[in-house]
Nanobody, 113 residues
Framework: QLQASGGGLVQPGGSLTLACAAS????????FNWYHQAPGQQRVLVAA???????LYADSVKGRFSLSRDNVKNTVYLQMNSLKPDDTGGYYC?????????WGQGTLVTVSS
């Protein structure tokens, strides 16, 4: 199971750190993905990190968001800086192995003055 946390209300230009905590070891998980779903929009992939630490970012967040994974705490973090109103929405973590995929429940981020 995945538990996402860290969302909240932040002013434009502010920062938040989202966490995706797994109930079991994440060492065997190939990829962790973070998706963003803006109000009324489809869910879109914004960042991914492999078990080797390779990262991928959508153009919309490149240079502002960064991923890290802590294999001891079984948690993946999404550091979000220079937040914009367009970053508002639900953020969902997803874990994938060769045989299964699992989703967290999402955490809400609101960027507003």
């Amino acid at each position: 199971q995945l538990q996402a946390s860290g969302g909240g209300l932040v002013q434009p230009g502010g920062s938040l750190t989202l966490a995706c905590a797994a109930s079991d070891s994440i060492v065997s998980i190939n990829v962790f993905n973070w998706y963003h779903q803006a109000p009324g929009q489809q869910r879109v992939l914004v960042a991914a990190i492999s078990n080797k630490g390779d990262t991928l970012y959508a153009d919309s967040v490149k240079g502002r968001f960064s991923l890290s994974r802590d294999n001891v705490k079984n948690t993946v973090y999404l550091q979000m800086n220079s937040l914009k109103p367009d970053d508002t929405g639900g953020y969902y973590c997803n874990a994938q192995t060769m045989t299964w995929s699992s989703w967290g429940q999402g955490t809400l981020v609101t960027v507003s003055s």
